[in-house]
């Protein structure tokens, strides 16, 4: 595949430009900084003070402090085209799953990737098939290419309906959230496995583990896929190697959803059982008001998901972050505490 052939170029450039980079990361100060800043003003703005933000599935406790040092680091690098470097993140997270460094395909977040696998697998001909509700970036991307994009809903366990999935004709491109964003539930790895080994030849499975570290049930199959420049591949690097950071994270998320969890227990709300960073409380009411609702209070949720209207979504934040949800929840709801 054209995956093999930029490899191949990417190493080539390499050994060209090997020495060359060499130089310059030896001696950046020398080419750096020729020209004083002409504004001192940043370019962003600090995030609103006093919100609350578990919209999005953000780790609350930031990267790696070794990534952001690693950045830090590799920033007189940063305009460089990033050829060693790119190989070296290959090398590393083929070791690391075990796979041929021609099977690793970096991108600019996963969310590049589901892009590319869009634009490469699905067309007029070849349909995108997706579960409902799930992420839905490549959906859009596969309906932007002209492709149909089917959606088969979840079973009602909240885990994927393979067989559902696998009986639509002309499937280009079958997606497999997994943990699946916004239900944070699993297809379990037996179901995957039947699934994978009776999906015709033209079929492409993408198979999206954005969620996988939080994952705790045995019946979760680990798999992994992952243009991307210098500072973010240090970053990457820096991160890989910060064994701590992926434990500690995944322990502080699982004290502070059980923590969330009993209290929606006490205030007799239910949720679907949750493999990942977020969680998805049915408030057996239309949930778009209470989301601005809570907005209105500084506690920004997740959108809502059309196919389950009545779920909230909420990202799994810090302690402190959960209780000023949680106090929020109470004022919003017509009920209070069972
Ligand atoms: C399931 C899933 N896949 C991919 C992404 C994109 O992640 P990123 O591009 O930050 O790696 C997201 C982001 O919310 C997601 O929920």
Request: charged letters at 20%; aromatic letters at 6%; one cysteine or more.
């Amino acid at each position: 595949m054209a995956q093999e052939a930029q490899t191949i170029s990417r190493r080539g450039f390499a050994r060209l430009l090997g020495a060359g980079a060499a130089l310059t990361a030896l001696r950046p100060a020398s080419v750096l900084g020729t020209r004083a800043s002409t504004s001192a003003a940043p370019i962003f703005k600090p995030a609103a003070a006093g919100v609350v933000r578990l919209s999005s599935n953000e780790n609350p406790y930031g990267p790696s402090p070794d990534a952001l040092r690693a950045m830090t680091d590799a920033f007189s690098l940063a305009w460089r085209y990033p050829d060693e470097h790119e190989g070296m993140l290959a090398d590393e997270l083929a070791k690391l799953n075990n796979v041929p460094e021609e099977q690793i395909l970096l991108g600019n977040g996963s969310g590049e990737i589901l892009k590319v696998a869009a634009a490469a697998f699905t067309d007029a001909r070849r349909k995108m098939v997706v579960a409902d509700p799930t992420f839905e970036a490549i959906g859009r991307h596969a309906q932007a290419n002209g492709a149909e994009v089917i959606s088969v809903p979840l079973a009602s366990d909240f885990r994927h309906d393979l067989p559902k999935m696998l009986a639509v004709s002309s499937a280009g491109l079958i997606y497999v959230c997994n943990p699946n964003n916004p239900t944070a539930s699993v297809t379990p790895k037996a179901d995957v496995r039947s699934f994978l080994a009776k999906v015709p030849r033209e079929t492409v499975v993408l198979v999206d583990e954005a969620y996988h570290h939080y994952s705790e049930t045995p019946d979760y199959e680990r798999q992994t896929w992952d243009s991307v420049n210098i500072m973010a591949l240090a970053a990457a690097l820096a991160s890989l190697r910060d064994t701590a950071q992926v434990s500690e994270g995944r322990r502080k998320n699982s004290e502070v959803k059980s923590y969330v969890c009993s209290q929606l227990d006490a205030m007799g709300l239910k949720y679907i059982p949750s493999a990942a960073n977020f969680l998805m409380i049915d408030l057996r009411r239309n949930v778009k008001p209470l989301i601005a609702a809570m907005r209105e209070r500084g506690v920004e949720v997740g959108r809502l998901f059309p196919a389950l209207p009545t779920h909230m979504r909420v990202t799994v934040g810090t302690r402190p972050q959960m209780e000023a949800f949680l106090s929020a929840l109470r004022e919003v709801l017509p009920y209070r505490d069972a």
